[in-house]
């Protein structure tokens, strides 16, 4: 009898663990099977190192408003694309990018990202919790003043990171991308594959890069039809790490659009963000058109720095929450959208005409 209940013991166990083999089996097939062949747009379809893959994870959004903004001169009309309103907590500007760099780390079947930013990072959060849908695991590297991560707390994304149980690491706030979180996640990714065996697929800083850029050429492509029909002239966007500038402003250039496309800056400068874009061009295959000619870098409006306000930009978002009922964010689009309001009043000829279109992106 004790011979056939441990016999009985040890087959139940087996059946739980191939009814668990089976089950990964099938997820990770499910899993295979979003991923969507990329057919770009036919005035993309030059270019170089375009993603074989695309695996949709947001709701498209392709309306264009008037946005009534305060303080806007009278000769001025503003429109609106909401980019912040195209999913719940997986929303913004990077989950266009992360529709191409997760679809690449599926295709690659890699079990883990890992990808780095501030504390407080949408990125990662959104990284994080997209990567937990597709059955892969998060680590994120983290820059902020506190040493262990046991100690950062459950505020705000860090609350969201936690939920989906993110691997979270802590490195100094001001710590360089190439110099030290680059290193640091291709560090993390080999003691990843020599514990588990497992491959990591590694996304930069907003995910900027020849792969996510396509992110914001589909997004153009989206509304170049609306775009058209409203008039635009001009097409304004925050810049971050400058992977969507890259690919709004490669499209404009590549179908031949008449609008001119501006970045405001809420870190680092013009000059970086240049070489950001003309890197990419590069990558892309396109070698006879600079940066400078196709981008107006907006500079000036970083305020104190990087996730910092003063009281004279949280004032400007309060006013046009209560006026337009349309929420800002204090380190992206507040700051960029008050800095659009400041160019329009003092330096109105920069811009090519008068209908202005914002893309909220929350960054």
């Not at 806007?72 to 429109?79: A, D, G, K, M, R």
């Not at 705000?156 to 993110?166: H, I, Q």
């Not at 110099?179 to 990591?200: F, H, I, N």
């Amino acid at each position: 009898m004790e011979d056939e209940r441990d016999q009985s013991d040890h087959c139940t166990n087996e059946d739980t663990v191939q009814s668990n083999v089976d089950s990964m089996a099938t997820s990770s097939s499910q899993i295979l099977s979003r991923l969507k062949r990329f057919n770009p747009p036919v005035w993309a379809q030059g270019l170089k190192n375009i993603p074989r893959f695309i695996i949709p994870l947001s709701l498209k959004n392709n309306q264009i408003k008037p946005w009534n903004l305060p303080d806007i001169p009278e000769s001025f009309n503003v429109f609106m694309r909401r980019e912040d309103t195209d999913g719940a907590v997986i929303s913004g500007n990077k989950i266009r990018k992360l529709e191409f760099l997760l679809a690449d780390a599926v295709s690659r079947k890699c079990k883990h990202v890992i990808t780095c930013g501030g504390i407080q990072s949408n990125h990662c959060r959104i990284t994080a919790l997209a990567a937990r849908e597709l059955g892969m695991t998060p680590h994120l590297i983290l820059r902020g003043d506190v040493k262990d991560v046991e100690e950062v707390g459950c505020e705000g994304n860090l609350l969201l990171d936690r939920l989906c149980g993110a691997q979270m690491y802590m490195v100094p706030k001001q710590s360089p991308y190439l110099t030290e979180l680059k290193p640091r996640m291709e560090k993390l990714a080999d003691a990843l594959r020599e514990k588990t065996g497992e491959d990591s697929y590694l996304i930069p800083l907003g995910g900027s890069n020849v792969v996510g850029v396509f992110g914001f050429l589909t997004v153009f492509d989206e509304i170049q039809s609306s775009v058209l029909d409203s008039g635009i002239t001009d097409i304004v966007v925050t810049c971050g790490s400058g992977g969507t500038v890259a690919g709004l402003c490669i499209a404009n250039h590549l179908t031949g659009s008449k609008v001119k496309v501006h970045a405001v800056t809420i870190c680092d400068d013009a000059n970086y963000f240049h070489n950001h874009v003309n890197e990419t061009l590069q990558d892309v295959g396109l070698t006879g058109i600079r940066s400078e000619e196709i981008l107006d870098i907006i500079d000036g409006y970083k305020g104190r720095g990087y996730g910092l306000s003063t009281e004279d930009e949280l004032e400007f978002i309060m006013n046009v929450g209560a006026t337009t009922g349309v929420i800002l964010d204090p380190t992206y689009t507040g700051k960029a959208v008050r800095g659009m309001v400041l160019e329009l009043q003092v330096n109105p000829d920069r811009f090519q005409g008068n209908r202005i279109l914002f893309i909220h992106t929350v960054s």
